[in-house]
């Protein structure tokens, strides 16, 4: 902070360049679409004429004979790689089933209403609470089941394990968004569900002793 | 030049780049579930063995529970699932701009989870009473139980109190107007939060009632 209240010397005062000029000579050079050619040479000529000696200084020389080199090495074929590479990591990340075309859609507000309608039906709740209560029904319906079908594990296991994995699917993808969010976030998700399902059924496998 | 340079990099940031900060965010935090989900799969993993190969030592402990205990443990689960609507109905408030609906409704979640805890810890209590411990007695009916039960809940319990914690955090810069604009930071916490509620989900019916 001291040094951004430091008054510059007279000296610094003659050689500064006002902000309207660093912003025109800033505007000549903007980032083109492509690469057209002779952009290093237009710098170092408005650089030029914004100097009042005319000469650069060692910064500017620096600042224009990279440019002039990155000009030089645009059609080489490490840079078109580049190029191509970069190219395709996007399309691949457009072609991804459900990826926003633009970013801003992602966060489209969830469903803010206060009522819901189920099977062509008005409830007048939303559907944050409609899953509260099919999240509450569920969960008395697997006591009863296990209660009920205490002493029938082949029928009562399948079922407890089909209801507990439809309670988790709600709460994900209603409570948690996946079901309007990017499919990455799924993916990301899904992934080490499986490895857990593939390690169960490795293990399984193993006699007990 | 440099003064330009300061300039464009401080610009105000678009909505393109907010948006992709947001996603950052997100995935940060999906990422954080996926090595949970891992580590939470090997505790549940080792106890869905333990099942599989002791089914009478499972069957004695649900007998020394009575049904009781399992009531206490449903109701419990009513709590957490409780939560979860109060966590997405604060969200819910605070997207509509409400950031006193949403302080309200985040009281809620922090005393249901407080309360969870304080239910789970009245369990242990009663559990340990009945001989079910953390040590490995091999002539005791419920040997290797005690490993298997406290290890994924009380890890879960740990997550569940980090959670509150999380809350009030939340809750408090919530109060500040920090969200008023960007309910991102709410969001995380609840994917969080539901996380926390999944897990238990999964727990309740692999260990109570399977």
Redesign the interface.
């Given at each position: 902070m001291a040094d951004d209240n430091k008054k510059p010397t007279s000296e610094e005062q003659e050689n500064a360049v006002t902000d309207d000029e660093l912003k025109q000579i800033a505007g000549d050079v903007s980032p083109p679409d492509e690469y057209p050619e002779g952009q290093a040479d237009a710098l170092e000529e408005a650089l030029e004429e914004a100097s009042d000696d005319g000469e650069l200084t060692a910064v500017e020389e620096g600042v224009t004979s990279a440019l002039r080199a990155t000009e030089e090495a645009q059609d080489t074929a490490p840079v078109q790689a580049f190029d191509s590479a970069v190219s395709g990591i996007q399309s691949a990340i457009e072609s991804i089933p459900g990826a926003p075309e633009e970013p801003q859609d992602a966060h489209a507000q969830p469903h803010l209403s206060d009522t819901t309608v189920l099977f062509g039906r008005e409830f007048p709740y939303s559907i944050y609470t409609m899953v509260f209560f099919a999240l509450g029904a569920l969960t008395i319906i697997e006591v009863l089941m296990a209660e009920l079908l205490a002493s029938v594990e082949i029928i009562k296991i399948p079922l407890l394990l089909s209801i507990a994995t439809a309670k988790s699917a709600l709460v994900v993808i209603f409570y948690m968004h996946l079901n309007h969010d990017s499919r990455v976030f799924a993916v990301t998700f899904l992934v080490p569900v499986g490895i857990a399902l593939l390690s169960v059924l490795f293990l399984l496998g193993i006699p007990a002793n | 030049?440099s003064?330009?340079a300061v300039e464009?990099h401080h610009h105000e940031m678009s909505?393109?780049e907010k948006?992709?900060s947001?996603?950052n965010q997100?995935?940060a935090m999906?990422?954080f579930?996926?090595?949970e989900?891992?580590i939470f799969?090997t505790m549940?993993?080792a106890y869905?063995?333990f099942r599989?190969?002791e089914p009478e030592i499972v069957k004695g402990v649900h007998e020394a529970l009575g049904?009781s205990g399992?009531?206490l443990v449903?109701f419990n689960?009513?709590l957490l699932?409780?939560s979860?609507?109060a966590?997405?109905?604060g969200?819910?408030e605070i997207?509509?701009g409400n950031r006193a609906g949403m302080i309200r409704w985040f009281w809620l979640v922090a005393g249901l989870g407080v309360a969870f805890l304080a239910i789970q810890y009245y369990e242990y209590v009663q559990m340990a009473s009945k001989g079910i411990t953390l040590y490995h007695d091999p002539s005791s009916e419920f040997a290797g139980f005690g490993m298997r039960f406290y290890a994924p809940t009380a890890f879960h319990g740990a997550h569940v109190f980090a959670g509150v914690l999380w809350c009030l955090l939340v809750m408090r810069r919530a109060s500040k107007g920090v969200y008023d604009k960007n309910s991102v930071g709410v969001?995380i916490f609840?994917?969080y939060w539901?996380?926390v509620?999944?897990v238990w989900?999964?727990l309740?019916?692999?260990i109570?009632?399977?």
């Open positions: - | 030049m003064q330009v464009q909505a393109e948006a992709r947001i996603d997100k995935f999906w990422l579930i996926a090595s989900t891992v799969s549940i993993v869905i063995v599989i190969q049904l399992i009531l449903t689960s009513f699932l409780t979860s609507w966590m997405v109905m969200l819910r997207q509509r969001e609840g994917l539901h996380y509620d999944i989900v999964l309740f019916t692999l109570y009632l399977i």
